[in-house]
Every structure is written in structure tokens, then in C-alpha cells.
């Protein structure tokens, strides 16, 4: 009641500091997104080649792959888990995947006199393969308990290792001319930002607009009373990181398209720079608290600056610690926004 | 064992060379204002606190009685007014200088570091060192043993924290204050998780304090606690201070009116209400060592209170009908048909509806706001084309719902923890009540919430008896058991020790009979 009357008595009284504090209220929320439009006119007050249309297209395909892995990520990371394996399973689903869109007469072809597959037939395998390794991840915890960090810790490992035993060690490469054009352009736009671009917009719908994406924040936001609210949470959590999994498996697609290749060895260290772009984003390693926009203006801020950085001809090494630093002081933003308001 | 100073005030009085006649005072807040960006918490906030008093500190939630201990131990400093302790002015002070002081605050909820021994609980940041600067364990032991001793606690310092009941665990944050040899101490709703035997356990130690010369501010929402220990009141309304009081000079009636600035004519509205056929029928239901052999049965339009000490088992026994907790032999039956229940979902496709007993713990998603929190039961009703969620139907039954209830929050997307314990449980309540239930298990509905709230659930409780749904009530206030129930069932350890009909010449002494397993007449 306290609350309200003085809520009237401000607005009437000092309209000016209501205004100012509204101001703050959505410079605390979309502050990434201030971050973001900052750090394009900076870097393109400092590079002239950064806004060209050639160069943002640029940044997009190169935030693509970490950022549909982002995706899954901040899914996972709202309903208070985490997900180490997404690198080794993006490798995993991608040699899989290139091993089944070989062209029939490719040099060290996996299988020998497999003739030329349909796209759809690598694809479909990499996605099927990524879901069923995230389900394995979420049914470990769900049913188990252990801790997600724990569980996909051991998938990271184990998908890194049969990567390297399905392959012997060595790249799969002579990828069929569909299987390489996915890393091509339709019209002006390149097909690995197309993809994004319909991954985010079905992974928005699902957080935001479906039962699934509710459990999501419920079971983030307390498990507890999650199961008494009729809440699923096992069957959810399962979904949950197969969901993951699942983009694992379309950023591999994008990655061989691209890359027309794939190595074992690929992606070795993706999950951070997925947990990066998701946490940057705002997504909260507390539970409960997650946005797809905030992933991809948080995909978007690592693109730029990494593209920026590499423009303004910053060392690969020193682009590292100014990286980890924006992470770290993301996070401290974000938590002072998150602080319990009393 | 009293602090020199004191003691030696003490004396003063007893020789009468002081020309005062009362107590002086050991605190004095004046005119405390607190504001919060957009909210003014604390208008005119006052308390005075005598020496060697237990004070209560009385008001409806979100009254400001928390803001105001805030400010007093230096968590919130208070935007403008005084603070005088021991006569000296205070001010610009973290919340350690105030332990320094002897302020001391035991806090309604425990942060124990578990997998620790109780010593270094006590001793937690203080630890003894010996002359290598490492930490002196021995001495530590004694020192805890001595002020264990000092509140009757006969536990070894050495036993792990997690070991302990919430009310040892509560006993060791006394001996902690003690231990910082605070001149006062403030207990923010100590009781509200301990059984009437730990109560008195409590209260004794309380009387024990003052009589050292401590004082105590004692915030609790329990009227007869209140009347039992406190010598004198204060009660807070809408951050504004109301009055002072003698505890002897008030009455029930007096204090809800000075705490809610309006008569509550009736705390328990009860009407009898046509009483159906049987709902609900449980028998035999057996868990794993924490109940056996429950069987009982409840009618449409009945409210029936289940009774009982802590730790009897009646929480366990509504989560296994409810199908969160497995339970190895039993029936459940609802109009006549055998059910099996396995989950909440199972549970709520039977018409079921589980208000929890901790609102923290199993009750509210904290920072997912009033419309998640409300609607999350009843998803499945607002799943439209291609299995996307109606957003529109969502709100509009969230509006209908806060207004109905009257929850008192800026809007619909204001995070639940930033409500008022009451409002809280309005909104738990509405999203059970959306999920349109036959049978309601409401565990502790009222813990927790201050009076005016707490008439305003009990109104809905016999409405909705009266619109012939299946009530279960839980409730360890044995008025609220009498007050709203049709039968009331005991447990005592897990066993259903009698299932009484509600009359009025029902005695509380003859439920805790039940309760403490001591059913025949002569142990009474």
C-alpha cells in the first residue's frame, strides 16, 4: 500500500525525476544493447572498412555458429544449468554429418561407394545425432541428479572422443557442392546468417510463446515449486538440453558449409564463447532469468569486437584479455540489475 | 556473567540514586524516514526501547517493522531521523560497527554454514588464534561450551550444524548474540518455525536475558506470543508509527486495531455450509517411515483441519496424496473411483490443488513476476493454435484474479518477491484457483501473514467451502484449526490419532492430547 501511494505522490510531484528514473529503468534493461551501438561508432569512427554492408555481413556469419549455439544456451542456463558439451558435440554431429555429404567421388571418402546423399540426409543426421546427445545430458541429470556442470563435463569428453575414433583422427573433407553452398549467399544475405536469423525466431516463439519455453523459466526459477505446479521438470529438462543439443547440430551444419570441412578436433572451445555470448546477453547463472534477444545482442557484441579488434589490427593474444575482461564486467552489470529490489 | 556497565546501572536503580522512574532507555529511533527509489518505506517511524524490556515490534506485513531493524543495524541507513543507542547518537555505521555495539539481529530466516561445526558458527570471522596466528580450536570449544551454557543448550559445540533442529539452530544464532555481548537483540519471527514445546523453550531463555539486563525487540505476527512475553508494544501502519502500549493495558481487539487502523470484526468467518457426499477418501496410506496407516475421509463443502505438533507427518501425508512424495502402500479415492497419483500433473488432472507450506522453498518462483507465477498451473488452458500460449487469456485472468483477491502489487509484472508475504500467498492462491479445483490441500495458509490478510484467506477458505469444494487444512494454530474447521484430524507421529468433530465446547487442550499421543484422560 506504502508502495503505492508514494508511486502517485512522485509522479504527480516530479514528473522530471519519474522520467529520469524510467530512463535509468531502461538503460538498466537494453544496457547490452547501449554497449552494442556504442562499440559499432566507436570501431567505425576508428575503421572506415567496419560499416560497409561487405563487412557486417561479415561480423553476422561469424557470430553465426556461437550464436545458434547461444541459443540453446540461454534456454539451458535460464533453467539454471549449464552445457560444456555443445563444442564436442558440434564436432561429433559434424563430422557425422560431412561423412554422409561427401561427393560420390571424394578423396578418403568415409563411405566407400555411398553415393551422393541429398542435403537433407547430413542434415537430418546432425540434428537427430545432436538432440539424442542432449537428451543423453538431460536425462543424466534429471534422472541422476548430479550436477549439470558434471554431466555435460563427461558428454564434452566422451563426444570429443568418439569424434576422433569415428574419424581416425583425421578431417572429413570433398564436401557435395550443396553441402559448401550453405556457406554461400542468397541474394545479399549469406545462408549461415539466414539460418540464424530462423533459429532465433523459432527459439523465440518456443521461450516465449509455448508451455515449454513457461516450464523453462519455472524450473530456472524455482524446481522446487516447478514439480508441485504441475510441472514436468524431468521431461522438461530432457527436452531442455536435447533442444540444445539439437542447434549443436545446426551449427555444425553452418560450420562444414562454411569451413567445407570437418575436423575431429573442430569447435574446441565453443561452449564458452556460447556461454559468453548467452551470459553477456544478460541470461542470469542464477535461474529464472533469460532473453533470446539478449543471446543475440550478446553473440552480436563478441562478433563486433572480435571483427573490430581484428580491424584495427589489435593482436589475436590481446583480443583474448579484452574479451574475458567484457564478460566479467558484463556479468557485474548484469547482477547489480538483477539485485533484489527491496 | 552481566556486563560491568549494565550491572553497575543496575545497581543504581536498586539503591534508588537514580531520580528517574523508569528504566532509561537503551534505544531511541525518532521520527525515521527511509526512502526507496519510488517507494517511501518508513514515514515517521519511532521505537523506544527500555533497558532490560522485551518490546514487541507489531504490524502488518509490509508495515515497515523489517525497513525499520534494517535501518537500526545499519543494512538500510534511514534517509533522515535519529538513532540514539545508550544515549549516544549513532549514526554512519555498517552493520558491523553494530554487532561492536551489541546490537544483534537473529533473522527470521537462518543462513547456518551447514557442513560446519556449531563453534565455528559461533565464532564464525572472531575465530580465536593462538600465538602462530592459526585458529585456537580448544579455546574456541570452551568458549562456545560457556555460552551454550549460558542458554541451557546441552549440544556439543563440535556437532555439525545440519544436524540440528531449526529451532537448536535458531538457540545457537541467541548464543552467537550473546556471545558478541550485545546490550540488544532482535529477534525478527523466531517461532514461526518451531513447535509450542520450543516455544516455551525460547521464551524462557528470553525471560532469562532480561533479566541480565538485555533488551529484546521481538517482531511476531502471533497475538497470544505477544501477550505471553512482551512487556511492552510498538505498533507500526504504512511505515508511520501508531502508539506505544503496556502489553496489560492491551486487549486482542485493540492491537489487530491499531495494526490494521480498522476493526476486523471476525478473524474466522466461518458459516456452515451444506455438506455434501464423500470427495475425497484416503486409506491406509503408508510412506516410508514418516507416516503409517493414514486413512480419512472429506466431504464436498467440508473444511477438515488437520492438527498436530512439527514433525507429526501431516505435511507428508498431503504431498503423497498429491503424488510429489512416493508412498509405499495406500488408496486414494475420489468420488468413489480409485486414482493413482503419481505427479502434480496427475494431481491436477484430478481436480487437486496443493497450497505449500513454505512459500520460499516449494511456493513462488522469486524473480518470475505475478503473471508467470500465477499462471504456471494452468498452462494447459491457455495452449491454443499450433501449441502456442494465448497471452491475452493469461492476462486477463491474471487481472481478474489480482482483483478478486485484492493483491496489492503495482502490476501484473512485478516479480513476486517484491510483494508482501500476504500477497505472496494471494497469488499462490489465485493460481491454484484458476486451475478450477475440487479438492484444496492448504498447508499453513495464514503462516506468516499479518492479521488483515489473514482474515481475508480465511473468508476465501469458507467461500470456497461454501461453493462445495473439498477443503484440507493444515494449520499448527490450533485457533485457526477450531475457527474454520467442520472435523479437525490429529497426528502424532505419523498417525492419525483421532478425527474430532468440531464443537464448541472443544477444548485446545483436548486436541494437544491427540497431538502428544497421550489420548487418555489421564495424563491431561
Redesign the interface.
Known amino acids: 500500500?506504502?508502495?503505492?501511494?508514494?508511486?502517485q505522490t512522485?509522479t504527480s510531484n516530479d514528473q522530471s525525476r519519474d522520467k529520469k528514473?524510467i530512463a535509468i529503468e531502461i538503460l538498466k534493461k537494453y544496457g547490452i544493447v547501449f554497449v552494442l551501438i556504442l562499440m559499432v561508432i566507436g570501431i567505425s569512427f576508428l575503421s572506415p572498412r567496419f560499416l560497409t554492408p561487405n563487412n557486417i555481413f561479415n561480423v553476422l556469419t561469424q557470430s553465426a555458429i556461437f550464436g545458434i549455439m547461444a541459443l540453446g544456451m540461454t534456454l539451458i542456463i535460464t533453467s539454471k544449468g549449464i552445457d560444456l558439451s555443445v563444442g564436442s558435440v558440434l564436432a561429433l554431429t559434424g563430422v557425422v554429418a560431412a561423412s554422409l555429404g561427401q561427393t560420390a567421388m571424394a578423396n578418403n571418402k568415409y563411405f566407400e561407394g555411398l553415393a551422393e546423399m541429398p542435403l537433407i540426409v547430413p542434415v537430418i543426421a546432425a540434428l537427430a545425432l545432436g538432440a539424442f546427445l542432449g537428451s543423453i545430458n538431460g536425462g543424466l541429470i534429471a534422472y541422476t541428479g548430479i550436477p549439470p556442470f558434471i554431466a555435460t563435463l563427461g558428454m564434452m569428453t566422451v563426444a570429443r572422443g568418439f569424434a576422433l575414433i569415428y574419424t581416425g583422427g583425421s578431417p572429413i573433407s570433398n564436401l557435395t557442392s550443396s553441402f559448401t553452398s550453405l556457406g554461400g549467399n542468397i541474394g545479399v544475405f549469406p545462408i549461415p546468417v539466414i539460418i540464424y536469423a530462423v533459429a532465433v525466431a523459432i527459439t523465440w516463439?518456443l521461450l516465449n510463446?509455448?508451455?515449454f519455453?513457461?516450464?523453462v523459466?519455472?524450473i530456472g526459477?524455482?524446481v522446487?515449486?516447478?514439480?508441485?505446479?504441475?510441472?514436468?521438470v524431468k521431461k522438461n529438462l530432457i527436452m531442455i538440453y536435447a533442444y540444445g543439443g539439437m542447434l549443436a547440430g545446426v551449427a555444425a551444419i553452418v560450420f562444414a558449409g562454411r569451413v567445407g570441412s570437418v575436423h575431429p578436433g573442430a569447435a574446441t572451445g565453443y561452449e564458452l564463447t556460447a556461454i559468453a555470448a548467452t551470459t553477456i546477453g544478460g541470461t542470469?547463472h542464477?535461474?529464472?532469468?533469460g532473453t533470446i534477444w539478449g543471446a543475440v545482442v550478446g553473440a552480436l557484441v563478441l562478433g563486433v569486437l572480435r571483427n573490430g579488434l581484428t580491424l584495427l589490427g589489435v593482436d589475436a593474444y590481446w583480443q583474448q584479455i579484452v574479451e574475458g575482461m567484457i564478460i566479467i564486467v558484463a556479468v557485474i552489470i548484469d547482477m547489480r540489475k538483477?539485485a533484489?529490489?527491496? | 556473567m552481566i556486563p560491568f556497565p549494565i550491572l553497575h546501572q543496575v545497581i543504581m536503580y536498586e539503591m534508588g540514586w537514580s531520580k528517574v522512574t523508569e528504566k532509561p532507555n537503551v534505544l531511541e529511533m525518532k521520527n525515521i524516514v527511509k526512502n526507496?527509489?519510488?517507494?517511501?518505506?518508513l514515514?515517521n517511524a519511532e521505537l523506544t526501547v527500555r533497558d532490560g524490556e522485551i518490546h514487541a515490534l507489531m504490524g502488518e506485513n509490509?508495515a515497515?517493522k523489517s525497513t525499520l531493524m534494517k535501518c537500526l543495524i545499519g543494512i538500510?541507513p534511514q534517509t533522515s531521523g535519529e538513532i540514539y543507542f545508550n544515549g549516544n547518537l549513532i549514526e554512519n555505521y555498517s552493520t558491523a560497527d553494530t554487532l561492536k555495539m551489541g546490537i544483534s539481529m537473529i533473522h527470521q530466516e537462518l543462513n547456518p554454514v551447514e557442513n560446519r561445526p556449531i563453534m565455528e558458527n559461533i565464532w564464525l570471522g572472531r575465530e580465536p588464534k593462538n600465538r602462530f596466528g592459526l585458529v585456537d580450536h580448544q579455546k574456541m570449544y570452551e568458549m562456545s561450551k560457556e555460552v551454550l551454557e549460558i542458554i541451557d543448550l546441552k549440544e556439543d559445540p563440535r556437532t555439525e550444524m545440519r544436524h540440528l533442529t531449526v529451532a537448536k539452530m535458531q538457540m545457537i544464532e541467541i548464543a552467537k548474540a550473546i556471545s558478541y555481548n550485545a546490550k540488544l537483540i532482535i529477534m525478527d519471527e523466531p517461532t514461526s518455525a518451531l513447535t509450542s514445546r520450543e516455544v516455551d523453550q525460547l521464551f524462557g531463555i528470553m525471560r532469562k536475558l532480561k533479566e541480565n539486563g538485555k533488551s529484546i525487540i521481538y517482531i511476531s505476527h502471533k497475538l497470544d506470543e505477544i501477550f505471553a512475553i512482551a512487556d511492552r508494544v510498538t505498533v507500526l501502519r504504512?511505515?508511520e508509527y501508531v502508539g506505544t502500549e503496556e502489553t496489560e493495558n492491551l486487549t486482542v481487539e485493540k492491537m489487530i486495531n491499531m495494526m490494521v487502523g480498522r476493526d476486523v470484526t471476525d478473524l474466522f468467518p466461518k458459516v456452515t455450509c451444506e455438506i455434501g457426499d464423500v470427495k475425497l477418501e484416503v486409506k491406509n496410506l503408508t510412506g516410508e517411515k514418516l507416516f503409517s496407516n493414514v486413512s480419512f475421509d472429506v466431504r464436498k463443502g467440508e473444511i477438515l483441519g488437520v492438527a498436530g505438533l512439527v514433525g507429526a507427518g501431516r505435511t507428508e501425508v498431503i504431498e503423497a496424496i498429491?503424488g510429489?512424495r512416493s508412498k509405499t502402500e495406500g488408496e486414494v479415492w475420489i468420488d468413489g473411483q480409485q486414482v493413482e497419483i503419481n505427479?502434480?500433473?496427475d494431481?491436477?488432472r484430478n481436480g487437486m490443488a496443493?497450497l505449500?507450506e513454505d512459500r520460499r522453498?516449494?511456493?513462488?518462483?522469486?524473480?518470475?513476476n505475478v503473471l508467470?507465477n500465477m499462471?504456471?498451473?494452468n498452462?494447459?488452458k491457455y495452449?491454443g493454435k499450433f501449441?502456442?500460449?494465448n497471452?491475452n487469456d493469461m492476462k486477463e485472468d491474471c487481472t481478474r484474479y489480482i482483483d478478486a483477491l485484492s493483491v496489492?502489487t503495482?502490476s501484473m509484472y512485478q516479480?513476486i518477491?517484491?510483494l508482501s508475504g500476504g500477497n505472496q500467498q494471494k497469488v499462490l492462491v489465485a493460481?491454484w484457483l484458476l486451475?478450477e479445483p475440487e479438492i484444496l490441500f492448504l498447508d499453513e495458509p495464514t503462516r506468516g501473514i499479518d492479521v488483515g490478510a489473514k482474515a481475508e484467506i480465511h473468508k476465501l477458505i469458507t467461500n470456497l467451502a461454501g461453493q462445495g469444494k473439498t477443503i484440507v487444512m493444515i494449520s499448527s494454530e490450533l485457533p485457526e484449526v477450531m475457527g474454520m474447521s467442520d472435523r479437525i484430524m490429529v497426528m502424532h507421529e505419523g498417525r492419525v490419532t483421532g478425527i474430532i468433530d468440531n464443537r464448541k465446547d472443544l477444548t485446545q487442550a483436548e486436541i494437544m492430547r491427540y497431538a502428544t499421543g497421550a489420548m487418555d484422560e489421564k495424563t491431561a
Open positions: 500500500m506504502a508502495k503505492e501511494t508514494s508511486d512522485l528514473q516463439v510463446n509455448t508451455r519455453g513457461k516450464n523459466y519455472a526459477g524455482n522446487k515449486a516447478a514439480e508441485v505446479s504441475g510441472v514436468n542470469s542464477a535461474g529464472g532469468i538483477n533484489k529490489k527491496k | 526507496f527509489p519510488g517507494v517511501q518505506a514515514k509490509g515497515g538500510h504504512d511505515g498429491f510429489i505427479s502434480s500433473e494431481a491436477i496443493l505449500t522453498m516449494n511456493g513462488i518462483f522469486p524473480m518470475l508467470q499462471s504456471i498451473s498452462m494447459k495452449v501449441n502456442l500460449v497471452h496489492r503495482p516479480r518477491e517484491n493460481r486451475t
